[in-house]
């Protein structure tokens, strides 16, 4: 009896080990495989933090660590201890593949975002008024750079476009956009390739010639701001919150992604700047774990659906973009109708002009 008992036993425990070798080579869903660590622009921290979004990327076996960083200074850190990084244009991914030592690497482009200012309604109103914007809604309309780079020039002031009415007593001072800190964030730089573009009589500055006719408009843009934010979350937090500046420059992303959730405020208004350098967001793996991750963030539809839902243009996506903001289209330009694409200078060109402009 004992020795039939045994045997009964090694056979249910040879029965356990068999289960579980199978069931374990199974993934189950929703099991990531692969931890990747990788450093980002602000912008993309909701999406990659989306449950939605940790969910599909461990369907497809992944696991993603990410930390933030301004795309311009994401080539001054310590790359060899990330799977990938993720700048938000291509001009300071080309730096980052040279500092981590992967230049020639394979990087993709899964989305876009163009850059847009958030106004307050009364300053898209007294700014229209004078010539500076061009509504097309409610709430949304093109800022006309030329009229507005030359009121810059001048040093006008809020009051003075008021007629020295007192009719909106929260526009005082400087009229200028916020933007954030043009040597180290991508919105920041791509705000100065742009308005360098329209100064430099609709040309990418190239040389030093034009960084001499440039950078003192350039400067000024910058320094009336005083102090300079790393990346466009905080100063876009504070303008939703109802605090912050009356102009602040944001990426469309943003934009989409709190219409989206129908969260306006009741008195933003989005302007499309008429020249704009838009901003591919370059994915640059760094380790052969995150090789395939980009081209994930590109082609799979869960993922694209979901970058949408953040915002962001996929690159070959206008039809699906367009269909899923309709019902913002209040608010949005789809299509970037009427909006001049020019583009950027070279990175060594547009440090030097962020350095003039922050003297």
């Known amino acids: 009896m004992r020795r039939i008992l045994g045997i009964a036993l090694a056979a249910l425990l040879i029965g356990g080990v068999t289960a579980v070798i199978v069931m374990g080579g199974k993934k189950p869903e929703g099991t990531a495989t692969k931890t990747v660590r990788g450093v980002i622009g602000s912008e993309k921290s909701e999406f990659f933090r989306d449950p939605d979004v940790v969910k599909a990327l461990a369907d497809k076996g992944y696991t993603v660590k990410a930390e933030t960083s301004g795309s311009w200074a994401m080539d001054q850190l310590a ?8 700048p938000s244009s291509s ?3 080309k730096e980052i593949e040279t ?3 992967v230049k020639g690497a394979q990087n993709t482009k899964p989305f876009f975002s163009p850059l847009v200012v958030i106004a307050r309604s009364n300053a898209a109103k ?9 509504m097309t ?4 309309g093109t800022l006309l750079l030329g009229p507005y780079l030359k009121a810059a020039g001048e040093d006008r002031k809020w009051q003075e476009l008021q007629g020295g009415t007192t009719a909106y007593p929260e526009l005082t001072g400087t009229v200028f956009i916020k933007t954030t800190d043009p040597a180290t964030s991508n919105s920041g730089a791509l705000f100065l390739a742009t308005a360098s ?19 003192p408009l350039m400067r000024k843009l910058i320094s009336v701001q005083g102090a300079l934010e790393p990346s466009t979350d905080d100063p876009f937090r504070a303008f939703i919150s109802g605090s912050g500046e009356p102009l602040i420059l944001a990426y469309e992303s943003q934009v989409a992604s709190l219409l989206l959730q129908k969260q306006p405020p009741d008195d933003m208004v989005v302007l499309y700047p008429d020249t704009t350098v838009n901003s591919p967001h370059t994915f640059v ?5 995150a090789k395939e991750l980009g081209g994930l963030l590109a082609t799979d539809p869960k993922l694209r659906e979901l970058a949408i839902r953040h915002g962001f243009r996929p690159q070959e996506g206008v039809a699906e973009f367009t269909a899923a903001t309709a019902p913002q289209a209040a608010y949005l330009n789809p299509g970037l109708t009427g909006i001049r694409q020019v583009g950027a200078p070279t990175v060594k060109i547009l440090m030097a ?3 003039r402009a922050k003297g």
């Open 79 to 86: 790359l060899k201890e990330f799977d990938f990084a993720f």
């Open 91 to 93: 001009e300071p991914a």
């Open 99 to 101: 500092a981590a030592g």
């Open 126 to 134: 007294v700014l229209a008024d004078h010539g500076l914007v061009k």
């Open 137 to 140: 809604g409610k709430n949304s």
């Open 197 to 215: 573009n329209v100064a430099n009589n609709s040309t990418v500055v190239s040389d030093d010639a034009g960084i001499e006719r440039t950078a």
């Open 285 to 289: 793996p760094i380790s052969e774990k």
């Open 353 to 355: 002009l962020a350095a």
